[in-house]
C-alpha cells in the first residue's frame, strides 16, 4: 500500500476547497457545536474520574441525576480524556461514488465531509488518518493532526483518477483493513455509498465492537426514484454493464422506486443489527445540515444513556416546570 504524496501533486484545488469549507460550514458549526466537539466522538477517550458537588459554573449536563436523587444535593461528574484518541475515515471511492445525477457527485460529497469533519476535529487538537478504497485498499494516511495534514488528506483523495476502473465493490476488503489497521479506540466514519456485495456486515459488526463507527451513506436522488425521461441508457458502474430502459412506462418507475426501497430497507436493518450510528448524505443535501442534525442526535442520546435527559412528561411540554 502506498503512503506516500504523488510527486506531481497540485495542492491549490485542495487549498481552495478547505478554505470554502472553513467558510460556509466549519466557521457555523463551531457556532452550533459550541465547543462540544464530543458529540462527534461519541464514547471515545472519556473515563469516569470522580464526582463532586455542582458549582454555579459547572455545565448542567454533566450532572449525575440519580446520586442527585440519592442525596438532595446536586452532583456533576468529572472527566478525564485520552489524548491518544483519533478519528479514521475508512473512504470507499470505488466506481459507483462517482455517480451524480445534479452538480455533486457522491465523490465529491465524500470529500467535503472528510475534509469538514477532519479540519473540524484537528483544530481543536485531536488526530485524523484515513484508509482510501479504490479497487483495493491502496492508500493509507497515519493519523496526524494540523491544517496541512488535512489538506493532504484531500489532496489525496483528488488525485484518484476521475471514474475508477470498473469492479464489483468489496466494502468487506475496507472494514477488514480498518479492524487490522486502527489499533487503538478510535471514532471511525465509513464513508461509503455500501453498494457492495454481501459479506461486509460481519466486518462492520466486529469493527464496531472495538470502535466508535459511524456510517456514512453516500447517495443520490436518481437512486430511488425516476423520472418520466423516455428512454434511458443506463451504465452498471460496478461492472460497466449498460441497458437501455423505458423510463416513460409507470409500471417501470414503480418496480424501481419499489426495489430501491427495498434495499434501502435491508441496508438500514444491516447498519442497525451492526450497532452503528447512520449520517445519510445524498449529492443534494446541505452538509451543514446534515452534520448539525447528526451531532445533535447524538447528543440527545448520550443524555438519554447518562440519566441526564429531563423527564418525560417535561420533554413532551417544555413549559411545564418543576414545583
Do not use: C
Not at 5 to 29: F, G, H, K, N
Not at 224 to 244: H, S, Y
Not at 253 to 258: D, E, I, K, S, Y
Not at 301 to 319: D, E, I, T, V, Y
Amino acid at each position: 500500500m502506498n503512503s506516500k504524496v504523488p510527486p506531481a501533486a497540485d495542492a491549490s484545488d485542495s487549498d481552495a476547497l478547505l478554505r470554502r469549507l472553513e467558510w460556509t460550514v466549519i466557521r457555523r458549526l463551531d457556532g452550533l457545536l459550541q465547543g462540544d466537539y464530543r458529540t462527534l466522538m461519541r464514547g471515545a477517550g472519556l473515563d469516569l474520574a470522580d464526582l463532586r458537588e455542582y458549582q454555579h459554573h459547572d455545565d448542567v449536563r454533566h450532572i449525575d441525576w440519580n446520586v442527585t436523587a440519592r442525596l438532595q444535593t446536586p452532583y456533576v461528574r468529572q472527566f478525564t480524556e485520552d489524548r491518544e484518541v483519533a478519528a479514521w475515515f475508512l473512504v470507499d471511492l470505488s466506481a459507483s461514488v462517482d455517480f451524480g445525477s445534479g452538480t455533486r457527485a457522491k465523490r465529491g460529497v465524500a470529500r467535503e465531509f472528510v475534509g469538514v469533519l477532519a479540519r473540524l476535529l484537528t483544530r481543536h487538537g485531536n488526530r485524523v488518518g484515513a484508509l482510501l478504497y479504490g479497487t483495493e485498499v491502496d492508500t493509507v494516511i497515519p493519523a496526524r493532526s494540523g491544517r496541512v495534514h488535512v489538506l493532504n488528506l484531500l489532496q489525496r483523495m483528488a488525485q484518484r483518477p476521475a471514474e475508477a476502473p470498473p469492479g464489483a465493490t468489496q466494502l468487506r476488503e475496507l472494514l477488514i483493513a480498518g479492524q487490522r489497521i486502527v489499533k487503538r479506540r478510535s471514532t471511525v466514519f465509513v464513508v461509503s455509498d455500501f453498494i457492495s456485495p454481501p459479506g461486509w456486515e460481519q466486518a462492520l459488526a466486529e469493527l464496531s465492537r472495538r470502535h466508535d463507527v459511524t456510517a456514512v451513506r453516500l447517495s443520490d436522488p436518481l437512486e430511488r426514484e425516476l423520472p418520466d425521461l423516455g428512454l434511458v441508457t443506463m451504465r452498471d458502474a460496478e461492472t460497466g454493464e449498460q441497458l437501455l430502459v423505458d423510463t416513460h412506462d409507470e409500471g417501470f418507475r414503480r418496480r424501481f422506486a419499489a426495489a430501491a426501497a427495498a434495499r434501502e430497507g435491508a441496508l438500514l436493518a444491516s447498519l442497525a443489527q451492526a450497532g452503528v450510528d447512520a449520517l445519510e448524505l445524498a449529492t443534494d443535501d446541505d452538509l451543514l445540515d446534515a452534520i448539525a442534525r447528526f451531532a445533535d442526535l447524538r447528543r440527545q442520546r448520550a443524555r438519554l444513556a447518562s440519566g441526564n435527559a429531563p423527564a418525560p412528561h417535561l420533554m413532551q411540554n417544555p413549559s411545564r416546570r418543576a414545583s
